[in-house]
């Protein structure tokens, strides 16, 4: 069962503009999300997190935002670049698990020139 | 660093083979996860490790699989006999602990192939 969902599979979005990657959970335990980066034939790379204490954390271009409430986190990458172009991959874990993360199915995202 | 090192990069085997795949993880991090990736199911928790210690194996999926760890900085996951639903993107990954605030470092993988 799928505890954390990324509904879209794809996005494209334009060179300087705003990509918002979106990331469901449905097990309330989870404390804590992180959002990984993959390029092909690489393995995930970190790129930012957020403890379930918070609704906001910022690394420069990368915004994340928690909303508890309807178990929903999003991904703002400001501006898009095009070697932003990647698979994205949301993940969630929580103490009672050991910390070990759940990953959804990620979203290719497509930044064009 | 060299960061999270897994062999071989790629396997093509026949159903009914061995395979073993090798992971090691980055000096001083005592937690080590096995992922597998496929188009259905997505990245997939397996098994890890605290401390060369199986914490939570419950997403081997059969008994076929199996994994060790016999030394901190050695781990090996062995499928026995392979089938073609095996096939996949094996990853081995590791942290310096198991807490919300560690972040995984994943190896490049080891991409399966059961013919």
Partial sequence: DQQVKQNSPSLSVQEGRISILNCDYTNSMFDYFLWYKKYPAEGPTFLISISSIKDKNEDGRFTVFLNKSAKHLSLHIVPSQPGDSAVYFCAASSSNSGYALNFGKGTSLLVTP | ?115
Wanted: contains cysteine.
């Fill in chain 2, 1 to 115: 660093d060299a960061g999270v090192i897994q062999s071989p990069r790629h396997e093509v085997t026949e159903m009914g083979q061995e395979v073993t795949l090798r992971c090691k993880p980055i000096s001083g991090h005592n937690s080590l996860f096995w992922y597998r990736q496929t188009m259905m199911r997505g990245l997939e928790l397996l098994i890890y490790f605290n401390n060369n210690v199986p914490i939570d194996d419950s997403g081997m999926p059969e008994d076929r699989f199996s994994a060790k760890m016999p030394n901190a900085s050695f781990s090996t996951l062995k499928i026995q006999p392979s089938e073609p639903r095996d096939s996949a993107v094996y990853f081995c990954a590791s942290s310096s602990g198991l807490s919300g605030a560690n972040v995984l470092t994943f190896g490049a993988g080891s991409r399966l192939t059961v013919l």
